[in-house]
């Protein structure tokens, strides 16, 4: 287990419930059984708080932990696209991160390819909310 990803996914600042939120969605990854609950404050189409629960792995958790300090103040346009790259992301075979989404090298690399269920669970919770504004 990389160490990098326990201490990313230990940052838990936004492992929290928003009493007052907009937007909620959760999902489950029926290979392993992880769960995600993602609520969202929006407000004029840009993420003003992000609460992220639930019972996951490690790399699940991590990947919750940069979304969700990273998100606040984007507007929901820019986090559709970044979604939709996190999903193409192991399947192309260049594989190298556009420099806008450096952010997530910990977590979207060939290293973690066993584990991408894993990882994509908060991008496709998070997809469900941002796809529908």
């Known amino acids: 287990m990389n160490l990098e990803i326990i ?12 009493k007052k939120y907009t937007h909620y969605s959760k999902s489950k990854n029926p290979l392993c059984g992880d769960e995600i609950y ?6 004029n189409h840009k993420i003003i708080d992000f609460g992220y629960q639930g019972k996951s792995c490690i790399y699940c958790q991590a990947t919750a932990s940069i979304l969700s300090n990273k998100l606040i103040n ?6 559709n696209k970044l979604c939709d790259y996190a999903n193409t ?7 190298n991160l556009k420099k806008e989404w450096k952010f997530l090298s910990k977590v979207l690399n060939q290293k ?3 584990r991408q269920q894993c990882i994509l669970l908060p991008f496709n919770t998070l997809k469900k909310i941002v796809s529908k504004l």
């Open 7 to 18: 201490k990313i996914a230990s940052n838990t600042k936004n492992f929290k419930d928003i």
């Open 112 to 114: 973690n390819l066993s």
């Open 74 to 79: 984007w507007h929901t346009l820019k986090i």
């Open 89 to 95: 992301y192991f399947h192309e075979s260049k594989n």
């Open 38 to 43: 993602i609520k969202l404050l929006i407000n």
